[in-house]
């Protein structure tokens, strides 16, 4: 994704950047459609040597989608759950300092 990047152990509700409860579906759809693209998808072919999964962009305009034609509130709370979905998933993943020890 090419959000701008977002940290959900912020403080409180002013240190979030601006655009965290916003969800742009023209930005959504150009990634889901980029992915299905004859060269992403014989790209990944060549390097991985099966097709690209656009599930996970899928999902997102799907996301957006449901932001736009729901209350604000509602809209707000659904990004929310997204977001932090999102952060604990990326934590989640292992990280190069799990590999690499400090010398001293």
């Known amino acids: 994704m090419t959000d701008s990047p977002t940290d959900v152990r912020l403080g409180s509700e002013a240190d979030l950047p601006f655009d965290y409860y916003t969800c742009k579906a023209s930005q959504a759809f150009d990634q889901w459609f980029g992915c299905l693209t004859v060269g992403k998808q014989m790209s990944s072919y060549y390097r991985y040597g099966e097709k690209a999964g656009c599930g996970k ?18 809209g707000k ?11 604990h998933k990326r934590n989640s993943l292992p990280n190069v300092l799990d590999v690499w020890t400090k010398r001293e």
């Open 57 to 74: 962009h899928w999902k997102k305009l799907q996301l957006c989608m449901a932001v736009k034609v729901r209350s604000e509130e509602s």
């Open 77 to 87: 709370a659904l990004m929310r759950e997204y977001r932090e979905a999102e952060a």
